[in-house]
């Protein structure tokens, strides 16, 4: 299940502070977002109800915490998003991000190690994952 622009706010801090009330959630955010106290305990009851957050009592106020770790929340977001695609324009995609992102030298060598990793299981040809209609690869145009 998805998480919204809103949602992921939220998400961060938590993940940040390890728990947080929704007060300590409106004090950090509230500013940026000019948010009220009712809309972050929304916010809060969505991610609960998806089942990213948890919540516990303390006192008169609830604590919340992940369900999840942000790097896995950050992979599942991802391969939602690789999902939509044609996985023959993956490729693209990360050129694009690659392009766009701002790295340190270490970054690009993690990313040229994983690449040479990546060699050896390299393809001739990736394979459409598309039905018949949702894109232009040849073996869709009868060719």
């Given at each position: 299940m998805s998480i919204s622009k809103s949602e992921w706010e939220i998400m961060r801090v938590i993940w940040t502070k390890e728990e947080a009330t929704s007060g300590q959630i409106l004090e950090i955010l509230g500013n940026k977002n000019d948010w009220t106290a009712s809309t972050v305990?929304?916010?809060l009851k969505r991610l609960v109800d998806k089942g990213y957050l948890v919540r516990t009592?303390?006192?008169k106020s609830?604590?919340?915490s992940s369900?999840?770790?942000e790097q896995d929340a950050m992979n599942q977001q991802v391969d939602d998003?690789?999902?939509?695609?044609?996985?023959?324009?993956?490729t693209m995609?990360?050129?694009h991000l690659l392009k766009e992102t701002p790295m340190t030298l270490t970054d690009i060598a993690d990313l040229q190690a994983l690449l040479l990793a990546k060699k050896e299981?390299?393809?001739?040809?990736v394979p459409c994952n598309c039905i018949p209609g949702q894109c232009r690869c040849k073996e869709h145009l009868g060719l």
């Open positions: 305990k929304t916010f009592r303390s006192g609830y604590l919340y369900t999840l770790t998003l690789f999902d939509k695609f044609c996985q023959r324009k993956h995609i990360l050129k299981e390299a393809l001739d040809e």
